[in-house]
């Protein structure tokens, strides 16, 4: 069985129905979400049909894309060191930050470094985000995990895992240290 890889030579639209298939889309669904006809999806999909920039930005949003995504070429088979110096990180929650180990020509899996101020969280308020498998893997510190109603505290290589469907919130306990975590999640949601 041939397996697509994600490079610069597949295109757009390869790159668009990777990721569909990946997230177990059909045709139907992104063209009705994102408010294109199926045939013309299909055309897009196999470069036979140029979209335009808010299609793509309507597409890539049911899709979980960034349009930029559409167009690099990071994590190649020809190179697939990612450089942690060159990772761009994010500020989310209260006194956290995360950053994507995994490069955006994944579709099926995505991997998040996690860091907590002391007393940091990612929110006051559980959130969800998408229906992915997640496991949160803590690589340092103190950190409690709620899932809906359960209360999980986890300490360093402990794990726990739930689906992203599930409303989750992650706080560092001692209010005195960091935390750094780990999220594996498939598909991506980010």
């Known amino acids: 069985m041939a397996t697509e890889h994600p490079g610069p030579a597949a295109g757009i639209g390869g790159r668009l129905r990777r990721r569909r298939?990946?997230?177990h889309l059909t045709l139907k669904d992104v063209a009705d979400r994102s408010g294109v006809t199926e045939g013309y999806l299909s055309q897009v999909e196999r470069d036979q049909a140029n979209a335009?920039?808010?299609t793509l930005q309507r597409l890539c949003e049911v899709l979980k894309l960034n349009v930029g995504d559409l167009f690099a070429a990071g994590g190649t088979a020809a190179n697939p060191v990612l450089r942690f110096r060159d990772a761009h990180g994010m500020s989310f929650g209260e006194g956290a930050s995360k950053i994507k180990l995994t490069p955006s020509s994944f579709d099926?899996?995505?991997v998040l470094l996690g860091h907590f101020a002391p007393g940091g969280s990612t929110g006051v308020e559980p959130y969800t985000h998408g229906s992915s498998?997640?496991?949160l893997l803590v690589l340092s510190g103190e950190v409690d995990v709620r899932i809906r109603d359960q209360l999980h505290r986890l300490s360093a290589?402990?794990?726990v895992h739930y689906r992203s469907s599930d409303p989750h919130r992650v706080a560092e306990t001692t209010g005195v240290d960091e935390a750094r975590v780990l999220w594996a999640m498939a598909p991506p949601t980010y």
């Open 52 to 54: 335009s920039v808010r």
């Open 108 to 110: 099926h899996l995505e």
């Open 133 to 135: 498998e997640e496991i």
């Open 157 to 159: 290589l402990d794990s």
């Open 21 to 23: 298939r990946a997230l």
